[in-house]
């Protein structure tokens, strides 16, 4: 199972980018996928996360500006960022947890991160 984060880049604040993570390979399901964001000289933190069939979640420093959404028949989870901020500024991350066969035909589970994506705001 491989995860595959892109859409990452440089805009002005103000602006928007959509990143995009996709999960790859012998996939059963997938339970959850998430976006975290590290700051320089930061912790990790979560910035949303959805769940199959679910309408998803944001944090609170991000609500109204940011949108999860997700592709269950594409294994794919988007996050919509608009009105971006310098303090927004971060690597991003994506998470996906659930489950996969294996060479043995069995059902294995997975909690997997990609390899984050650059997002720089300037003021």
């Known amino acids: 199972v491989q995860l595959q984060a892109s859409g990452g880049g440089s805009v002005q604040a103000g602006g928007s980018l959509r990143l995009s993570c996709v999960v790859s390979g012998s996939i059963s399901s997938i339970d959850r996928m998430s976006w975290y964001r590290q700051a320089p000289g930061m912790g990790r933190e979560l910035v949303a996360s959805i769940a199959k069939s679910d309408f998803g979640v944001v944090a609170d420093s991000v609500k109204d500006r940011f949108f999860v959404s997700g592709d269950d028949a594409r294994n794919t989870a988007y996050l919509a960022m608009t009105s971006l901020k310098p303090e927004d500024t971060a690597v991003y991350y994506c998470?996906?947890?659930?489950?996969?066969?294996?060479?043995?035909?069995?059902?294995?589970?997975?909690?997997?991160w990609g390899p984050g994506t650059l997002v720089t705001v300037s003021s």
């Open positions: 998470k996906a947890d659930g489950d996969y066969i294996n060479e043995r035909s069995l059902i294995g589970v997975f909690h997997l």
